[in-house]
C-alpha cells in the first residue's frame, strides 16, 4: 500500500501561473522530501522537510507540512516550461526506508 | 546526475531467462536502493543495501535477489524474468538511511516477453 498519494494526478497551467501539488499519507512520518522526475530521466531531489518543521522555502518552491492532516503541498510559483515533469513525494516512516507516491504530471504550457 | 550509472540501460530479455541488472556509484554512499516504477504506482521498492553484504527486502521483492560485495556496486538479478518484470529499475544511493536525499541513477528499462 502507498503511503504518499499526490493530488491531482495532472496538472496544466500557463507559464507564469503557480503551480500546487498535494501529498497526503497514513502514518506518522520522520520527514518527508519531494523529487521531480523529467521524462525519461532519473527523479532529482528537491526538498526536504522535516516533521518538526511547517514550512520551507527553496527558491521559486515553498513546501507546507501539516502533521495533524497528514499532509503536505509543493506550490512552484511563476512557472516556467522547464518545470514540466512528474513530482513526486516520499515519506520516511522512521528508518522503514521512503515510500513514494504515484506522482503528479505537470505541464507547463508556454 | 551525481556518479550513479546503471548497466544495461534498455534490455528486451524472454519469460524465464535470467537478467542482471548492475548498479555503479562513485561516490562512497552506503546506503543503495533498488526501486521499480510502473505507471500508476510510482517508485517501489525491491530491496536495499547499508553496507558491503548488508541487505534487506523492500516492498515488492519476491522475485528478485540482490548481491553488494564492494561499496559501489549493487546489483538486482531476475532468476527467471517474467512478464511481470517489465518496468523501468532506478538505482538510488544515500549518505544516511534518513534526513538525507537519495541520488537517482538513469535507469533501466527492461522488457519481458
Known amino acids: 500500500s502507498q503511503q504518499g498519494e499526490e493530488d491531482p494526478q495532472a496538472l496544466s497551467i500557463q507559464e507564469g501561473e503557480n503551480a500546487t501539488m498535494n501529498c497526503s499519507y497514513k502514518?506518522?512520518?520522520?520527514?518527508l522530501q519531494w523529487y521531480r522526475q523529467n521524462s525519461g530521466r532519473g527523479l532529482v531531489h528537491l526538498i526536504l522537510i522535516r516533521s518538526n518543521e511547517r514550512e520551507k522555502h527553496s527558491g521559486r518552491l515553498r513546501v507546507t507540512l501539516d502533521t495533524s492532516k497528514k499532509s503536505s503541498s509543493l506550490l512552484i510559483t511563476a512557472s516556467r516550461a522547464a518545470d514540466t515533469a512528474s513530482y513526486f513525494c516520499a515519506t520516511d516512516n522512521y528508518g522503514q526506508n521512503f515510500v513514494f507516491g504515484p506522482g503528479t504530471r505537470l505541464s507547463v504550457l508556454p | 546526475d551525481a556518479g550513479i550509472t546503471q548497466s544495461p540501460r534498455h534490455k528486451v530479455t524472454e519469460t524465464g531467462t535470467p537478467v542482471t541488472l548492475r548498479c555503479h556509484q562513485t561516490?562512497?554512499?552506503?546506503?543503495m536502493y533498488w526501486y521499480r516504477q510502473d505507471p500508476g504506482h510510482g517508485l517501489r521498492l525491491i530491496h536495499y543495501?547499508?553496507?558491503?553484504?548488508?541487505?534487506d527486502k523492500g516492498e515488492v521483492s519476491d522475485g528478485y535477489s540482490v548481491s553488494r560485495s564492494k561499496t559501489e556496486d549493487f546489483l538486482l538479478t531476475l532468476e527467471s524474468a517474467t512478464s511481470s518484470q517489465t518496468s523501468v529499475y532506478f538505482c538510488?544511493?544515500?549518505?544516511?538511511?534518513?534526513?538525507?536525499?537519495?541520488?537517482f541513477g538513469p535507469g533501466t528499462r527492461l522488457t519481458v516477453l
Open positions: 502514518t506518522s512520518i520522520n520527514n
Open positions: 538510488a544511493i544515500s549518505d544516511s538511511s534518513s534526513y538525507n536525499e537519495q541520488f
Open positions: 543495501s547499508y553496507g558491503v553484504k548488508d541487505t
Open positions: 561516490e562512497n554512499h552506503r546506503y
